[in-house]
């Protein structure tokens, strides 16, 4: 296999996997806990204007993921992702906290953010909405 069918094929995954992950954690604060309950916990960890703040937390995560996942506008919204959880760490006190996510720590926002770091450097990569529209369907298979 080429060198450039695996950065395709990693690209690809690298973004189903971290879109996931982004629109599970958006989808979980609009449905199990819900926007009121995000709200109260985000009120009660000291977030400012926590009902605004959890509308807008839960829907870059949840649409974001969503992008991610299809390859469009990936370093806009990878920059995105990474404005949300560098918030999330100082405002949730994450990066306060040591390392370990069940101490409350930042493992789970530093891996976002690398990964998202990747994405906002390379691109959506070949397998991408991005390159597809870029170059339109005929030429889409190749490299972004």
């Known amino acids: 296999m080429r060198n ?9 995954l690298s973004r189903i ?3 996931f992950v982004l629109a599970a954690h958006g989808w979980q604060k609009f449905t199990q806990w819900g926007i009121d309950g995000t709200a ?3 009120s009660e960890i000291g977030i400012p204007a926590a009902g605004l703040a959890a509308v807008v937390a839960a829907a870059i995560e949840l649409v974001g993921g969503i992008l991610l ?5 990936t370093r806009f919204v990878a ?3 990474i404005v949300q959880m560098v918030l999330a760490g100082v405002l949730a006190g994450h990066f306060a906290n040591g390392v370990f996510i069940n101490d409350g720590g930042w493992e789970l926002v ?3 953010i690398a990964g998202c770091l990747a994405l906002c450097a390379v691109g ?7 390159t597809f529209f870029k170059r339109g369907p005929r030429s889409a ?3 972004a």
């Open 17 to 19: 996997l971290l879109g």
């Open 124 to 130: 959506g990569g070949a397998i991408a909405l991005d």
């Open 79 to 81: 920059a995105i992702e």
């Open 69 to 73: 996942i299809l390859g469009l506008d």
């Open 40 to 42: 109260e916990s985000f």
């Open 4 to 12: 450039e069918s695996l950065t395709s094929i990693g690209l690809l």
């Open 141 to 143: 298979t190749a490299e």
């Open 110 to 112: 530093g891996v976002i």
